[in-house]
């Protein structure tokens, strides 16, 4: 009965495997993963570890039309399209020297 509800009961090193990690990696995020910890014990259940899988799957990341609005944010218009990039009339007028030459 408890195994149709959460599925085979899963050893740290199995879940390792299956997802291409070290078992220190699985021990340290056990509750993300599905797990408990009974004393010195990890135990994972099939249905766990695919839930906590599926919820990492499910958190959206920002869509492509957002990335652009951020990376339109970022730039200055006043000075130039390229970040870190000044022109003689920007240095001048921030009365900045180039003295090695390296601007423009």
Not at 18 to 38: A, D, E, S, T
Request: glycine residues 8%; hydrophobic residues 30%; aromatic residues 6%.
């Amino acid at each position: 009965m408890l195994e149709n509800e959460l599925g085979k009961s899963l050893t740290p090193k199995y879940v390792a495997k299956y997802l291409g990690v070290n078992v220190k990696l699985i021990r340290q995020n056990y509750k993300k993963l599905g797990g408990m910890r009974l004393g010195h014990r990890f135990i994972f259940f099939e249905k766990g570890v695919e839930n906590a899988i599926c919820k990492e799957w499910e958190m959206e990341s920002p869509s492509e039309e957002v990335r652009k609005e951020e990376r339109k944010n970022v730039q200055d218009k006043e000075r130039s399209t390229g970040m870190g990039k000044q022109n003689a009339s920007v240095r001048k007028r921030m009365g900045r020297k180039d003295e090695h030459n390296l601007l423009d």
